[in-house]
């Protein structure tokens, strides 16, 4: 799976504008969020459709970020770790 394009990171421009209001996060490249100097959040294209990567409490989960209710999923689940982290 490889690593969202340009292309890709335009349908998510909603989802990033999103991302992008969390304080802490800061987005090195667009569409890879990092707080502090540790990688927390990117995106994947492939066949299957677009994906997030967020690391939760050490550990990198995938979430699809297809649908409006998927990427919905994505943000409650990044406030919660933003909240702890």
């Known amino acids: 799976m490889k690593h969202a394009g340009e ?4 349908a998510l421009e909603d989802l ?4 992008r209001k969390h304080e802490g996060l800061r987005e090195r ?6 707080q502090k ?3 927390v959040l990117h995106f994947h294209e492939d066949p299957a459709g677009l994906f ?3 690391k939760v ?3 990198w989960r995938r979430f699809p970020v297809n649908s409006a209710a998927e990427r ?4 409650a689940t990044l406030a ?5 982290g």
């Open 37 to 39: 100097s540790a990688g």
């Open 7 to 10: 292309q890709a990171l335009d």
């Open 80 to 84: 919660a770790v933003a909240r702890v």
């Open 57 to 59: 409490n050490g550990e």
């Open 16 to 19: 990033l504008r999103a991302v």
């Open 29 to 34: 490249k667009r569409g890879a969020f990092y």
């Open 72 to 75: 919905k999923a994505l943000l």
């Open 52 to 54: 997030a990567d967020l």
